[in-house]
């Protein structure tokens, strides 16, 4: 297939790129590049150093003989750029990775959260937009989040996008019918994401738009098997306070002798999934499109779930070091429970990389490796979810004081 990876240039963005052209797809990225001016922004860097993209895929091609064609192009911006380059190549498929994907940037300030709305919604709708005015037949695979669901307990698995309920009618009777699992964002973000599917559930059913929605959890990890061929091909890990997820963060954490900040209690449960799953749920949701004229697919895309705090304490184990008790920046619940189902892409072939299996690696591999790339100051989340919160934040050289050791 001719595939077009928007964003292909970011952390799940880049690795898909690879994995698909090495299955044997043409692959053209298009992308604003904007992720590495946000570094510039932010004033940090990825932990493991970044080529441009141009010499990136130079590397793959002279490894593997395959190009990836990358298009600067800004989705959200220049909607006629994108809408003649869709015309000109017409891909069979596209894989949309372009939007603004972490929380607490989305929560930095005003300018922070209209940026975010302003570039996720925006992009979202011009490439659907786009394919209805060409006739554009193309499977749209999305990269969307388990946080349209929110974190709420409701002492019930999520099913993969779609809750049966019974309406009771003006006459008595109970009817079934499936509806969008309820949205319940919580943040800017979150909230573009759920934007995200009320425009695909629109222009699925106006228009015949084939598009897969996966409803992603946090990804940790940072080699695929494509990424490891060599040491310029390697992935973004990204580990401060705005873009570094859980996970990732407490790896380089427990690699520097920097104590693992768990925010509030640690109770929060998050979904999650490793990289290399990432890539390969993206390609077998390429390989199982819906029909025309069909409903929007919805997969969660998640192969275990981990309350924050016993993530830290296993890494504490493994690695010696000592857990920081901090003050939550997020407006969230202490504590919640997360059933999730996923028996879609386990049925679909799935075979799931778990955290036992996998995490020692990526402490040896990459975290201990680059730990001298890291600047200290930037590892605590200081970005907070509202002006109270904010207030109740106090500020050392390193970032957020903390409240306890243990």
Same mark, same amino acid.
């Given at each position: ?45 990825? /932990? ?30 220049? %909607? ?9 190549? @017409? ?13 607490? %940037? ?24 786009? /394919?209805?005015? /060409? ?13 349209? +669901? ?12 779609y809750l049966p309920v019974g309406i009771e009618t003006a006459d008595g009777r109970t009817v079934s019918q499936e509806i969008l699992y309820p949205s319940n964002p919580g943040s800017i ?46 992935? @973004?890990?990204? %580990? ?26 640690? $109770? ?58 901090? *003050? ?5 619940? *202490? ?11 386990? $049925? ?23 730990? +001298? ?23 050392? *050289? ?9």
């Open positions: 297939m001719k595939i077009a990876v928007l964003g292909g240039d970011g952390f799940v963005g880049w690795p898909t790129s690879l994995h698909l052209s090495d299955a044997g797809h043409e692959i053209h990225i298009l992308d604003n590049l904007s992720r590495r001016w946000i570094d510039t922004e932010l004033g940090v860097q990825s /932990l493991t150093p970044m080529d441009s993209i141009q010499e990136r895929t130079r590397i793959w091609h002279a490894e593997t003989g395959r190009r990836i064609h990358f298009h600067l192009i800004d989705l959200a911006k220049d %909607y006629e750029l994108l809408k003649g380059w869709l015309s000109r190549n @017409r891909p069979d498929a596209i894989v949309h990775f372009a939007e603004q994907r972490a929380a607490p %940037y989305s929560m930095k300030s005003d300018r922070h959260k209209n940026y975010t709305v302003s570039n996720n919604v925006n992009a979202t709708h011009n490439l659907l937009n786009a /394919l209805v005015e /060409l006739d554009l037949d193309a499977h749209l695979v999305h990269l969307g989040t388990m946080g349209v +669901y929110g974190y709420s307990t409701v002492g019930a698995a999520i099913p993969e996008g973000y979150h909230m573009t994401k759920c934007l995200d599917q009320q425009l695909f559930q629109f222009y699925a059913k106006n228009d015949g738009l084939r598009i897969t929605d996966l409803h992603q959890g946090i990804v940790w990890g940072t080699h695929t098997e494509q990424t490891r061929r060599h040491a310029q091909l390697i992935n @973004r890990f990204d %580990y401060d306070g705005d873009y570094g997820t859980v996970l990732n963060r407490f790896l380089i954490q427990a690699a520097i002798g920097y104590p693992l900040t768990v925010h509030g209690t640690g $109770g929060q449960t998050r979904a999650f999934i490793h990289i290399q799953d990432s890539v390969r749920c993206i390609e077998i949701a390429l390989n199982n499109p819906p029909a025309r004229s069909s409903r929007v697919e919805i997969f969660n895309q998640m192969t275990e779930t981990h309350r924050v705090r016993a993530l830290a304490e296993m890494i504490a184990r493994m690695s010696g070091s000592k857990i920081a008790w901090l *003050p939550n920046p997020r407006k969230e619940a *202490p504590e919640n429970e997360l059933v999730v189902k996923n028996e879609k892409f386990l $049925g679909l072939g799935l075979e799931p990389t778990t955290l036992g299996e996998g995490l020692l690696g990526e402490i040896v591999d990459v975290a201990k490796k680059y730990a +001298y790339r890291v600047d200290r100051s930037r590892v605590p989340a200081v970005s907070a979810w509202t002006r109270d919160i904010a207030a109740k934040v106090e500020h050392d *050289p390193e970032g957020v004081r903390l409240k306890s050791v243990s």
